[in-house]
């Protein structure tokens, strides 16, 4: 059985000295605090003093970014998000919100150097749902949506897994708001190159641009939705490895593809399937012979005020064929595909290294979190865009519009905001 319970706030900061709790605080072992199904780990467990959980601040606001500063003189916290400011002080039972005095249950406390707060301040500050669960013998707290990039991959659909219907709600060729307003952009997989780096409209693959295409270019811009082309190749076949390897391939591949590229806003280009097996100088020649293809292409995509998009295989992936930190540096923007690592859902910790791997070549801002819906199921998906926004990440991309039933877009509804 669940019950609500209206929690609090703040922990965090590292004091010199400390206050001890009172003998009837006790620190409980292993309460667990989830913030959108994702722990928060702890170097001083939560508390539960007179029937209230008291839990150690910075944790929880690392992971809401919530920004902290700690005045050592009053012994008082102060912390932001967006236009909400509050202000804490230890032993007292008067918290502000906004300047606005709010009484407390229980006054905040420092235990082994950090600072508890009690839950209930904390959901109301910062328009956080918190809730006890029994089952668990612990904190679930609910994050607001956050706005943030929304990319739908528009791609490979048929009369079962329609994209158009997915999104606009109704079948070809009609159309209404649908699930539009869950998305940002589309991610349009039209398109692939051959090895000569002659643009196709259709692929060995299947990815090939639909009749009718103009209709889904009229109907994004009447419901507000960015367009990307996205040119997709595998390397399967050796075709990206030969292409790599031709300049005038690569500048057939690169004219091609600007020339198309003015029915949209953007271009996003899915080279997959680099460096698998190769090491060494051979993986460094593959890498440096896929970052001059994106140099050529963005002199090009930028002066027409395009902007470029990379979809690449996550670098915990065994494609080891990109190099993050030079692909960053020229890229708009980079998609994670932190997917197909074997298991349904998607391991939380196999997505959250990834995403760690990404940020530590590539800013946060510049990058976006593939979720493939084929391997996830509604509750996992509130999880995987937790990671995007603990991490500060300029979106999410999913994969893809067909594949997505009614509950995982409440499940996308209930954590984002799409920006637009």
Sequence with gaps: MKRFLFITLFSVVMLAGGLALPAFAQEQPGIPVLIDGLPVTFDVQPVIQNGRTLVPFRAIAEALNVKVNWDGTTQAINATHGKTSIRLQIGNKTAYRNENRIPLDVSPQILNGRTLIPLRFFSEAFDCQVEWDNSIKGVRITSPPKQMAVIGFYALGDNKTSSWTNLFGKPYPEHSGGNTDVVSELALGWYSLDKEGNLLTKSRTGWQRPDGWEKVLEAANKYNLKTAMVVHVTDGDGTISSLLKDEAAMTRAVNGITKEAGLYQGINLDFE??????????????????????????EQVKAANLTLTLTLHAPNSAYKGYDYRALGEIADRIIIMAYDYGSKPEPVSLVTQAVEMAKASVPPEKLVLGISAPTETPESIVAKVSIAKRYNLDGIAIWRLGLV????????????????
Excluded at 280 to 292: N, P, Y
Excluded at 407 to 417: C, L, Y
Aim: aromatic share 10%; proline share 2%.
């Design 273 to 298: 399937g680099l460096g698998y097996r190769d090491d060494g100088e051979q993986l460094k020649a593959v890498q440096d012979g896929f970052t001059k293809l994106i140099l050529l292409l963005a």
């Design 405 to 420: 039933t009614g509950e995982m877009w409440e499940a996308f509804r209930s954590a984002v905001i799409p920006r637009r």
